[in-house]
């Protein structure tokens, strides 16, 4: 803030031309650019927030270090993208195989109005077995979301219901809890099980 | 792929008043291809419904609604995803198909949206589907419902 404030007020007519250069090189052509999302996820390890499983369970964070991780937000009541991705995953599991025992795969609802302990576990019952439905109350999910850095807002339908606007990027952690990389939801199908390798292969480089 | 199913049970409809209309480009041009959609789990969620509508006259056809029995409010929606990957979904309101051209109806992008289900959609079943056009000319289809976790037509 000190910094910004020094900034702000003392630079003059050139200094603010490079800066905003540089903020739009930044942007366009640097490191802040091509990611699909604009902020990665903080690690695993650094998040806090306090959720029951869809057998009942308490988990956190915690629940996750150990084994890689593959997460995404969705709600029960979401018609296309949310099946298509559940879905998708239950595929790339298939393709894995055996691997596959070795993740975390985790579906968090952004819509715990309506998304029950109960709810979750009758529709993660319908999708790969590997999958767990996550839920919890409204203010644990606006942390789980802060820390990925990910967005959900209600919007209202005009048949009097309200539907959820959310990140539909699949996210994946390696063992450590560190951000590897994500799967964007319009990616081809085929970029998605190499890169799911890739955050399995780097377990054991978190392990060291 | 699945064009043996539909070819059967496609059946296009003019309400207008004469017998046929061939001036215009009207339901006859229409084509609706791979219809498929998912189960529900009970009533209170909205279902969605894919295909593809061809339009194989010389005219544009214009998409103005849908109407089914399954559903009190059925209605094309847009799904779309921003740079910073949220997926929201809205109305996709009037489609105009130019002639010789497709639209599709797929996961992620354009879907029959069924509102106010008065029935389950149950895995194995059909359900008719009729197209509205602004000609005043409906195509009705048949959809197959597949499973929750139906990825696409085959499934
Ligand atoms: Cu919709």
Redesign the interface.
């Known amino acids: 803030m000190q910094r910004r404030a020094i900034l702000g007020y003392g630079a003059a007519g050139v200094g603010a031309v490079a800066l905003m250069l540089f903020v739009g090189w930044w942007q366009v052509d640097g490191p802040g650019g091509p990611e ?3 902020q990665r996820p903080v690690a695993l390890t650094a998040m806090d927030f306090r959720l029951t499983d869809h057998e009942g369970n308490a988990v956190g964070p915690e629940t996750l270090i150990g084994r890689p991780t593959m997460a995404f937000f969705g709600f ?2 979401c ?3 949310c ?2 991705t ?3 995953i ?2 790339w599991l298939d393709d894995l195989g055996d691997e596959a025992d070795e993740m975390n795969v985790v579906f968090i609802t952004v819509d715990p109005e309506r998304d029950t302990v109960e709810t979750m576990a ?2 993660v019952g ?2 790969h077995p590997a999958i767990r439905g996550w839920t919890g109350p409204e203010e644990q999910i606006a942390r789980v979301a802060d820390g990925f850095h990910a ?1 959900y807002e209600r ?1 209202p ?3 009097g ?1 309200y ?1 959820m ?5 699949v996210f994946l952690f390696a063992a450590s809890g560190r951000f590897v990389t ?1 799967i ?3 990616e081809p199908r085929e970029f998605a099980v190499p890169k799911i390798r890739r955050a399995l292969k780097e377990e054991t480089e978190g392990a060291t | 792929m699945k064009k043996h199913i539909l070819t059967g049970t496609l059946t296009a409809l003019l309400t207008l008043g004469g017998l046929s209309v061939p001036a215009l480009a009207g339901p006859e041009d229409v084509v609706v291809e791979n219809a498929w959609s ?1 189960a529900s ?1 009970g009533m ?5 419904a894919y295909m593809t509508i061809s339009n194989t006259g010389d005219e544009p056809v214009t998409l103005i609604g849908l109407a089914t029995p399954l559903a009190m ?1 059925p ?1 094309i ?1 847009e ?1 779309k ?1 921003n ?7 809205s ?1 996709a309101g009037e489609i105009v198909i130019a002639p010789g051209e497709s639209i599709a109806l797929e ?2 992008g354009l ?1 029959a ?4 289900l008065q029935e389950p959609m149950t895995e194995g079943d059909t359900f008719p589907l009729t197209l509205l056009f602004d000609d005043g000319g409906e195509v009705t289809v048949e959809v197959p419902i597949l ?5 696409g037509p085959e499934d």
């Open positions: 699909p999302i604009g029960t009541y018609p296309d993208v099946p298509t559940l879905s998708d239950s595929g009758e529709y319908y999708f967005t919007v339908t005009e048949s219901d539907t606007n959310h990140s539909a990027s994500m964007d939801y319009h | 998912r789990i209170n969620r909205p279902g969605a409010m209605e929606h799904t995803t740079a910073e990957g949220v997926s929201s979904m109305p996961p992620g879907h949206m069924l509102m106010r499973g929750i976790a139906a990825r």
